[in-house]
């Protein structure tokens, strides 16, 4: 297994414009996190999907932040508008049966 | 707020030496975990402890928890310079990680001279 893929890797964009980032997770994995990590807060937990239902999203700062899990095999962050304040690594993980989670390389996005 | 709170927050130590990092926690847990993060890179999942265990080994780590004093310890020993990196630990069931999601300490970075 190629493990959680992330794309992009490296995203810059500018105030007001929208970013998607992309997660596919391991194969028969039936939890999906996302995760951001900044200096000053470090790794927090944004919303998980269990079976591709969103149980918790009371990470999501704000209304600009969505996701979705249209199928078991690929979820979307979506940032509409992005700020420069959301500038961070975003992490994607998926769990196994026995509670480990595997994260992603990770998408590093600036908002100039 | 952060669950986890790691101690200290940078180590630096010779390479050969054992390398002791702390972390407390402050909700009731079920699992927690131990995860390694090299410079601009994703999170490695080191190892797993449940809250009915007591110490676990995996390699050259140890890895004890006290749910009494909400503690935990990750000793890695013969320190080597490819374990150079932040050591997280992360809890679930805690605040901000709902069921099934994590919360994470600060991390502590470590360092190993060769």
């Known amino acids: 297994d190629a493990g959680v893929i992330q794309s992009p890797r490296h995203e810059v964009t500018e105030m007001g414009q929208e970013v998607t980032l992309r997660c596919k997770p391991i194969?028969?994995?039936?939890?999906l996190f996302w995760y951001r990590q900044t200096m000053m807060r470090g790794l927090e937990l944004l919303i998980y999907?269990?079976?591709?239902?969103?149980?918790?999203d009371s990470g999501m700062p704000e209304d600009r932040f969505s996701a979705k899990m249209p199928n078991a095999s690929f979820s979307t962050l979506k940032i509409q508008p992005s700020e420069p304040r959301d500038s961070a690594v975003y992490f994607c993980?998926?769990?196994?049966?026995?509670?480990?989670?595997?994260f992603g390389p990770g998408t590093r996005l600036t908002v100039l | 707020s952060q669950q986890g709170e790691e101690d200290p927050q940078a180590l630096s130590i010779q390479e050969g030496e054992n390398a002791t990092m702390n972390c407390s926690y402050k909700t009731s847990i079920n699992n927690l975990q131990w995860y390694r993060q090299n410079s601009g890179r994703g999170l490695v999942h080191l190892i797993l402890?449940?809250?009915?265990?007591r110490e676990k080994h995996s390699g050259r780590l140890r890895v004890t928890l006290d749910t009494s004093k909400k503690s935990s310890s990750l000793l890695i020993t013969a320190s080597r310079a490819a374990d150079t990196a932040s050591y997280f630990c992360a809890t679930d069931g805690g605040v901000g990680g709902g069921a099934d999601g994590l919360t994470f300490g600060k991390g502590t970075h470590l360092i190993i001279q060769p």
């Open positions: 993980a998926s769990r196994s049966l026995y509670n480990e989670q595997f």
């Open positions: 402890i449940r809250s009915n265990e």
């Open positions: 194969s028969g994995h039936d939890y």
């Open positions: 999907f269990n079976n591709n239902v969103p149980i918790d």
